[in-house]
Structure formats: structure tokens, C-alpha cells
């Protein structure tokens, strides 16, 4: 971190511990897990894939929050401006992305030949507020870990299953994006209201995140929305 160490107290920690997540069931019914229900089933019916739900802490390593998905030690993200440490080696989740890592490596235990790995969760931001953004927003990864190489067509189809059964009829479009755990990463948005809104990101899942995690050779699409 290039910015001044500032953890956070014990005060500010168990308060944003004590947040609902809105993903869990066991806290309560939620739109959000009706939106996550809904993306996860258009999914697997068109890919006939097993389906494997992936939870896990609120504060997870560093290392699993941003070395293990290819974050340089210089990403301007890991600043205390932009990330909540919880001390040296810990932080609360700054992304869905973070389950992935220990997902992968119990894929890489338990391996199936076309799987969809379902990450859904709160996490933990510095973002200024507005009416796109907020402190604790709620995100949701879905990486396909398949036995193939994964395409750009592959990401096509993804991109067009997830609209068609979250957003049918609202145009969009898509931009180019750079991601450390992905390539050819792209942005999506929809336009809604006057204006248009990102809704996800995703590209084919990087094969060096894939081999790290004990998984060589395999293919795998990787996308999370907000």
C-alpha cells in the first residue's frame, strides 16, 4: 500500500460485521437472492452444469482478496482509501471475487467436468455515495470451470442467457475492460431511464488464476455484477 496503514477499529468493525447480507436466506428474505435465483437457473438450464454455492467469511486474507486473482503489488485498490484492513494480512471483502480463489481450490479437490461456481455476497467499499454507488454494495460471481477452452462466442452466449432472463428488451452494450483475472475482459451495461448503467463485468477466466489454484488446464468464463 502506497497510503499511510489505517486500520480499522474495533468500533467501525463490528458495525459493518453486524450489516444484513442481503444474499443469505438465512437473514431474511430478499430481492436480491430472487435476482440471484434467477441468473443462476437461466444458467445451468443452458449449460446442463452442476451448480456449486460458494460462501465465506466477511474478512478474508489479502492474499485471497487480491494476490491470488493477479493483483500487482502496486494496484492503486489496495489502498486504505479504497479497501477496509482489518490488519496486516486481512480485510473485508472488497469484491465477490474474493471467494473465488478458495472456490477454486475446493473445485480443484472435487473436480466436475462443467461446473458453475455461484459467489453472492456483501462487501466492502470506500466509495463516495450516489445513486450508483455505496459503501457496501452486493455482488455476485459466477465462474463456469469447464474441461474446454472457453471462448469469446462462450462469452457471448453467457452475456446474452443473463439479459434475457434479468433485463429482456433493455438495450445495451458492451466495452472493453482489463482485469488481472481475465482476458479479453469486458464491461456491460444496460441503458434504463435516460442513461446507461453498468451492470457487470466478465471475461475468460485467466488460465494462470486457473493453474495457481490447482487447476491447469481447464477453461472457465468469469463474470461478477454489482
Known amino acids: 500500500m502506497s497510503s499511510p496503514v489505517s486500520y480499522l477499529d474495533p468500533v467501525q468493525l463490528r458495525r459493518d460485521l453486524g450489516l444484513r447480507d442481503l444474499s443469505e436466506p438465512a437473514a431474511g428474505p430478499h430481492a436480491i437472492q430472487i435476482l440471484v435465483g434467477q441468473a443462476v437457473e437461466a444458467l445451468s438450464r443452458a ?17 485471497d482478496n487480491y494476490d491470488r486473482l493477479g493483483y500487482p503489488a502496486e494496484a492503486i485498490t489496495r489502498e486504505t482509501r479504497y479497501t477496509r484492513y482489518v490488519d496486516a494480512g486481512n480485510v473485508l471483502r472488497s469484491h465477490s471475487s474474493a471467494l473465488i480463489p478458495p472456490a477454486l481450490c475446493r473445485l480443484a479437490r472435487r473436480p466436475g467436468d462443467d461446473v458453475l461456481l455461484v459467489c453472492p455476497g456483501i462487501v466492502y467499499r470506500r466509495d463516495a455515495i450516489d445513486w450508483q454507488h455505496t459503501g457496501t454494495p452486493h455482488q455476485l460471481d459466477l465462474w463456469r ?15 446474452a442467457v443473463l439479459l434475457g432472463a434479468l433485463a429482456p428488451g433493455l438495450p445495451h452494450r458492451q466495452q472493453p475492460r482489463t482485469h488481472p483475472y481475465t482476458l479479453d475482459g469486458r464491461q456491460v451495461d444496460l441503458y434504463h431511464d435516460g442513461r446507461w448503467v453498468e451492470v457487470g463485468e466478465c471475461g475468460i477466466a485467466h488460465p494462470r488464476v486457473l493453474a495457481a489454484t490447482g487447476l491447469p488446464g481447464r477453461g472457465g468464463l468469469a463474470l461478477g455484477m454489482g
Do not use: F, K, L, Q
Open 47 to 63: 449449460w446442463g452444469c452442476e451448480v456449486r454455492w460458494c460462501s465465506g467469511p466477511r474478512i478474508v486474507p489479502v492474499t
Open 145 to 159: 470451470i469447464t474441461g474446454r477452452a472457453m471462448s469469446n462466442t462462450d462469452m457471448d452466449h453467457m452475456i
